[in-house]
Structure formats: C-alpha cells, structure tokens
C-alpha cells in the first residue's frame, strides 16, 4: 500500500487516541499504539517506522519470524495464541506476550527462561465475555493462576489482555473493558501492580481507551486502504 495511505490513518488514529483520551481525562501519552501487522508485509512495517511507530505486534510466530528478522531494532509483542513448542522463540524474539493463558505455557517459558536467562515479560489473556472461540483464562481463575505465577521467577506478569467479542457498535463492547479494568483492580497487590491492559482493536479503541485500555493493539485502522 501506499506510504501516504499508512501516514494519513496514522494521523487519523493518533487524533481518536488524543481526543478519547481527553474525553476520559487521561493522558494520552500514556496508551501505547500498538502496530498490528499480521496482515501485511516488510515493507508496510519500513513504513510505520518510518511514521515513528515502534512497537509491532504479531499473531503468528512463523509469519513474524522474518519481519522480525528484519526490523531487530523495533519493540516486537506477541499477540496470538501461542503452542507451548513455540515458547523458546517467543521469548527470544518478543518484548511482550499478551496471550499467557494457560499454566503449561508459562511452565515453557519459565524453563527456557532460566535456560537462556531471560526473563518473559507477559500480560494475561482473560476471556472476559466467555467466547468458547477465543482463548484467555475465565476471570475466576486468574487469582490462582497469578498465585501459581510467583514460583516462576523468569516470568514477569504485567497486565492484562483481552479482546472483546466483535459487536456493530462498539458501545456493547464497553462492559467488557470495564471487567477487564475492575480485574485488574481486583487481582493487583503490592509487588504485582499489572500497569497494562492490553484491549482495544481497530473496531472498539476509543471505547477501551475511555474505560483505561494502555495498549490498543491496531491492524485494520492503520494498514486497511479505505478509511
Ligand atoms: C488482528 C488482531 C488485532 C488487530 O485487529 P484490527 O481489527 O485489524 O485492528 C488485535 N489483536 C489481536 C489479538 C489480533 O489478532
């Protein structure tokens, strides 16, 4: 696609994080535009650096791997679900997992973790509505499974993530952002303060953004030619 298309969507998104922000009396340097680029390709990723962007997320390890490759300098965030084979390339090649959702998978990165010496930095996928589609633990069982997480000295939780079921109007998302943030309420504690919520996507930001999303994880608002 064209540079100019990437830019004026960049310009477009950035003014809807400023104003939803304000309109939440945030600070709207506090959310992170997070660069979904699973559905496009090296040189797409060229361009969005080029705009300033840093931070890129990818879904799929093996369509990451040579994106990754190629840009090794920009801040590269795992969105997708992720096998527990694949946890030694996540950790080595990602910044962030935003979709722990399951103990055997921490279990793998904990003992690549101490293996490499690396420490996982990862936010926790929690299927607020329930979908039987999507992955994420159900709320009630992030209080033991963070309990499980403080034997795990490689794994550094910071936050949550979700996605909300895709609604017509993004009002109807809103219930599940307000969970995701009294959540976080909930399981926080000295030493375990989770900074980040991971939620918002092309169809629901602005709403996450008013209800305290600090990641907004973007694919189609940025790299989609109409708009
Ligand atoms: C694809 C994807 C996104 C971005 O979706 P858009 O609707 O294109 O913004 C965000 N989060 C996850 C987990 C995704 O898989």
Known sequence: MMANNISINLEKVREKIHSAACKAGRDP??????????????????????????????????????????FPRLRWHFIGHLQSNKAKHALKKFCLIHSLDRFSLARELQRYGEKLELNAEVLIQVNVAGERSKFGLEPGELPDFLLSMEDMNRIKVKGLMTM??????????????VRLRELRRDNARPGLTLPHLSMGMTNDYTVAIEEGATIVRLGSALFASQS
């Not at 559905?39 to 990754?68: H, M, T, Y």
């Not at 909300?164 to 952002?177: H, I, L, T, Y």
């Open 164 to 177: 909300a079921p895709w609604v017509e109007n993004p009002e109807e998302a809103r219930s599940v952002f």
């Open 29 to 70: 340097s506090d959310i992170l535009l997070l660069a979904v680029t699973k559905s496009v390709g090296i040189n797409e990723v060229r361009l969005a650096s080029a705009l300033g962007l840093q931070d890129f997320g990818e879904n799929r390890l093996q369509e990451a791997l040579p994106k990754v490759e190629s």
